[in-house]
């Protein structure tokens, strides 16, 4: 099937839809980008995916293209026009052209190319991915320093998955300075005596939208939690671990390195949070 895409104000079948070759965002990667997952017809926080573009636009200094009721719309209308029940919208807002390359932004009233487009994905919440649990290695983080907004500069994590492919594993998680940053495309955390264990926010990861929501329910669930650094050593000395996305929700990790974590199956703090995720952001989507 033809997807319909959003392009700049309109609605067109994907084959129609075009950017210009001088856009910074295919030139610079001058773009920022949000995921909003879909479940049952409806979006998943789309009031946090809102407010962390506002920021990640905010802190580049790039325009807003539309408002986020009018993005709302646009999120609605193309999950209608799709028939997607369970997927993804992807939304991307870049600095935009005005015609040529320059590493000099150009003038503030250029407008900005705005872009959406959706991903069907039925299965998503009843994933036989999250029933296994996610393999991982690490890596080096070389990343740039403000992993804080939400750019489209996916060229390593894009490398550290198919890192990971190549050792026969999922996904990657990073390392700096001795600590876990995050995953390629997701929050990492580990699981310990019942503790709850995941890195401090900072510029040095991106904000989760979904981390935010997953922490609130652990608290929630009187589960103990800690932000705070920690080693690749003491993730695969854990009881189990788990990566929190949007285009994931919460995904057990069962292997880190090689070394298996618990019994080698999804541990039942991170099946527990999957679980109460789904149901309340269910009940919470619009
Ligand atoms: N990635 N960290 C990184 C580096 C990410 O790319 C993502 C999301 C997350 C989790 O954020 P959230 O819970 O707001 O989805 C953390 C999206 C899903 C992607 O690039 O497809």
């Known amino acids: 099937m033809t997807r319909t895409v959003y392009v700049n104000g309109e609605y067109l079948p994907e084959t129609e839809a075009t950017v210009s070759i001088f856009d910074r965002g295919f030139l610079m990667a001058d773009a920022v980008y949000e995921v909003t997952s879909v479940l049952d017809g409806k979006l998943i926080d789309f009031e946090g995916h809102a407010v962390r573009l506002k920021r990640s636009l905010d802190e580049l200094q790039m325009a807003e293209p539309c408002t986020k009721d009018e993005l709302l719309e646009i999120h609605r209308k193309l999950v209608e026009l799709n028939d997607i029940n369970e997927g993804l919208v992807y939304l991307q807002v870049t600095r935009g052209s005005d015609g040529d390359r320059d590493f000099v932004f150009p003038s503030a009233d250029t407008k900005p190319t705005i872009v959406l487009f959706t991903q069907n994905k039925p299965g998503l919440a009843d994933s036989p991915a999250a029933k296994k649990g996610a393999k991982i290695i690490s890596i080096e983080d070389i990343r740039w320093g403000r992993r804080d907004i939400k750019t489209v500069q996916l060229l390593y994590p894009s490398m550290g998955k198919m890192m990971a492919k190549a050792a026969g594993c999922d996904d990657a998680w990073m390392i700096e300075d001795g600590h876990v940053t995050e995953g390629t495309s997701n929050n990492a955390y580990f699981v310990k005596d019942g503790k709850i264990v995941t890195r ?35 993730a695969k000395a854990a009881d189990e671990a788990f990566t929190t996305s949007a285009s994931a929700f919460v995904m057990p990790v069962v292997e880190i390195d090689g070394v298996s974590l618990g019994d080698g199956t999804p541990g039942p703090i991170a099946k527990r949070l999957r679980e109460i995720y789904l149901d309340e952001s269910l009940k919470a989507a619009i």
Do not use: C
């Open 200 to 234: 401090p926010l900072s510029n040095d990861i991106l904000h989760g939208i979904t981390r935010k929501a997953v922490l609130r329910m652990a608290a929630e669930a009187q589960m103990e939690v800690e932000e705070r650094l920690f080693t690749i050593d003491e």
